[in-house]
């Protein structure tokens, strides 16, 4: 299940061949269904190129769960023609929306998703880090008809977590035993936050993190060990995309 709370906009940008279901063309639209739950765009008229430009917002609860396109012609008088599917999902996305990448610069690729057998891209489905989001480009090939590919935009939507109101101040007086309670409660309290923040600073003075592939490293690493696995195992990124410490 995702635990980030947000929704998922996709942008339905343009459909290209699709086929031609009437003798003057189609009319296609765009029908995105997830767990049950169906949004589609408008119809465009006589063309098999679409130009929607339509964003369509969905409710993510689990990032593997796949999600289906459907193209369709209208129809007036009869059941709409099918035009094609696809499906995609939304893991490879979520993946980096977990991620720290503040310090990366914007129009930064921080992930390729390529074509395979079992999917339906129709080509490498670049992640781009663009103005503090993470955007995805898809090309999907419909299957179960002679051509066509559908056009997507997909980006995360993240919602603002209502910060927890200050408690209430005690009230005043009581008598001796009610006064020693407030301050043994206050202690334990500046105890565990203290512990806390102790443990906190430990955790992340043990260890430092690839940001592109996430793997963890011991705070001793030298900086050549460093240079050494993002050379080895992202040769297209540069030094400070894996590890923003070492920026000058």
């Given at each position: 299940m995702s635990s980030l709370p947000g929704f998922l906009s996709v942008r339905v940008l343009r459909g290209i061949n699709l086929v031609s279901r009437d003798a003057k063309g189609s009319d296609p639209y765009v029908v995105l269904n997830l767990d049950g739950r169906k949004l589609k765009t408008s119809v465009m008229?006589?063309?098999?190129?679409?130009?929607?430009?339509?964003?369509?917002?969905l409710a993510v609860l689990d990032p593997a769960a796949p999600i289906k396109l459907e193209v369709f012609d209208k129809d007036t008088f009869s059941k709409d023609d099918e035009m094609g599917d696809a499906e995609f999902d939304i893991e490879a996305l979520m993946q980096i929306v977990k991620m720290d990448l503040d310090d990366i610069r914007s129009g930064?690729?921080?992930r390729t998703v390529r074509p395979g057998r079992n999917c339906c891209l129709a080509d490498e489905s670049h992640i781009i880090w663009e103005n503090g989001q993470a955007v995805q480009d898809l090309l999907l090939k419909l299957r179960n008809v002679e051509t066509g590919?559908?056009?997507?935009?997909?980006?995360?939507?993240?919602?603002?977590?209502?910060s927890h109101?200050?408690?209430?101040?005690?009230?005043?007086?009581?008598?001796?035993?009610?006064?020693?309670?407030?301050a043994r409660e206050r202690n334990a309290e500046k105890n565990k936050g203290s512990k806390g923040s102790q443990l906190e600073a430990n955790k992340k003075a043990m260890n430092i993190q690839c940001k592109i592939c996430m793997q963890t490293f011991i705070c001793t690493t030298s900086e050549a060990k460093c240079k050494e696995h993002a050379e080895a195992r992202h040769p297209k990124n540069e030094l400070v995309q894996c590890f923003p410490h070492l920026k000058n």
């Open positions: 008229k006589k063309t098999v190129n679409p130009l929607w430009n339509e964003d369509l917002t930064t690729v921080v590919v559908v056009h997507l935009q997909l980006k995360w939507v993240n919602i603002p977590v209502a109101p200050p408690p209430a101040p005690a009230a005043m007086g009581g008598g001796n035993a009610q006064k020693s309670k407030m």
